[in-house]
Each structure stands twice: as structure tokens, then as C-alpha cells.
T-cell receptor, first 114, second 111 residues
Framework: NAGVTQTPKFRILKIGQSMTLQCTQD?????MYWYRQDPGMGLKLIYY???????DKGEVPNGYNVSRSTTEDFPLRLELAAPSQTSVYFC?????????????FGPGTRLLVL | LAKTTQPISMDSYEGQEVNITCSHN???????ITWYQQFPSQGPRFIIQ???TKVTNEVASLFIPADRKSSTLSLPRVSLSDTAVYYC????????????FGKGTRLSVIA
């Protein structure tokens, strides 16, 4: 049981380039989330999904796109990278039901846009 | 979503008990209080959650007064490895309600 995995761990992009950040969870969780964290700041929600085929915008969705074709995968797409998107990106998932609001986070992807 | 206020930073010596208080004056009836811990270069990790009174697990205790407008995370006998950022969150216990993270409290444990 690997939990939440993210690839790549680190990436450097040039302005205007595109890339996809991968996120996979093997816990059969319905809910998945993408956050970004700028230096010294808390996490900001980009997009989230309550199940396969369903996605919703979070606090800072501009410049990003997501898809959820399977329960396991929730990729985040950057179409035209900008320096303001330099950040650490965390993917998280949560199961259905239970008493605890427990989100499991991946190790993060560090992105540098130059 | 209820807004939370917590100290930006705290320092403590090893072996001491650390109490981090979080204010959430507009907490709703169905909201739960949850604390996460984040080490450098890692994603946040769930510590403890509560609705009222006191909750204790192997890592920490959470004290919630009757009016629920604040809560206190208590870490017993901290060690250097407890140096991290601690986030207080207030939200419905539902996956449909994503967690909103503030800046958290940066705890530095000193030898």
C-alpha cells in the first residue's frame, strides 16, 4: 500500500511550457485534491474531485486543469507555465465516510518556472 | 468555512509540554476541529481531530471548551523531531468540503 504517490519530484519549466503533474492513490479513495504551497505559506486548494468524472474548482484554479477518469488518478495540467506557478504542489486523497476528516498527502512536486 | 487564528511561531525546549491555541469564533454547529503537522519538504500529516471536550491519542491531546470558539493542541514532552508547522482547521466532516489551510504555527524545539 503506497498511499498517495506523485511524479515528478522536481521539475524546471521555461515560461510558456506545459506539463502534467501526476498523482495516484491506491487506497480506493473517492475524494482527491490538489494544493499548492508557496514558501512560508499555507496550502491553497487548486482543484478537487469527489469521484471519477467529477471535478470542482478550488481557491486558485486559474492556469490549471484537471481530469479524473479513474478513481486512482488525478493529474494536474499546467498549459502555459508562468513564474507565479513556481511552488510545491501536493496531492491528497480521502476515503468515503468515517469519523475523521483525514486527508492523506503525497510527498509533493517542486516546480520551478524560469 | 470558519476562519482560524493561531500564533505564527513558538519556541520550546526539549522535554517541555507545548500548547498551541487556535481561535475559531465563527465555528458552525457541524464543524469539526482538526490539526495537521507538516515537516519541511513533506506533505501535511493528520494529528488529531475533535468536536468537543477532550480527545487524546498517542501523539497529542486536543482540548475544546464548551463554546468551541477555540481549541488547544497539547504536545507532551516535545523532542527536536517535533519541530514542524502545525495547522488548525475547522470544517465539516465531509470530503465534499475541502480543507482550507492557513499559515499555521511554526514550532521550533531547541535542545
Amino acid at each position: 500500500n503506497a498511499g498517495v504517490t506523485q511524479t515528478p519530484k522536481f521539475r524546471i519549466l521555461k515560461i510558456g511550457q506545459s506539463m502534467t503533474l501526476q498523482c495516484t492513490q491506491d487506497m480506493n479513495h473517492n475524494y482527491m485534491y490538489w494544493y499548492r504551497q508557496d514558501p512560508g505559506m499555507g496550502l491553497k486548494l487548486i482543484y478537487y474531485s469527489v469521484g471519477a468524472g467529477i471535478t470542482d474548482k478550488g481557491e486558485v484554479p486559474n492556469g490549471y486543469n484537471v481530469s479524473r477518469s479513474t478513481t486512482e488518478d488525478f493529474p494536474l495540467r499546467l498549459e502555459l507555465a508562468a513564474p507565479s506557478q513556481t511552488s510545491v504542489y501536493f496531492c491528497a486523497s480521502r476515503g468515503w465516510g468515517g469519523l475523521e476528516e483525514t486527508q492523506y498527502f503525497g510527498p509533493g512536486t517542486r516546480l520551478l518556472v524560469l | 468555512l470558519a476562519k482560524t487564528t493561531q500564533p505564527i511561531s513558538m519556541d520550546s525546549y526539549e522535554g517541555q509540554e507545548v500548547n498551541i491555541t487556535c481561535s475559531h469564533n465563527n465555528i458552525a454547529t457541524n464543524d469539526y476541529i482538526t490539526w495537521y503537522q507538516q515537516f519541511p519538504s513533506q506533505g501535511p500529516r493528520f494529528i488529531i481531530q475533535g468536536y468537543k471536550t477532550k480527545v487524546t491519542n498517542e501523539v497529542a491531546s486536543l482540548f475544546i471548551p464548551a463554546d468551541r470558539k477555540s481549541s488547544t493542541l497539547s504536545l507532551p514532552r516535545v523532542s527536536l523531531s517535533d519541530t514542524a508547522v502545525y495547522y488548525c482547521l475547522v470544517a465539516l466532516n465531509s470530503g465534499n468540503t475541502p480543507l482550507v489551510f492557513g499559515k499555521g504555527t511554526r514550532l521550533s524545539v531547541i535542545a
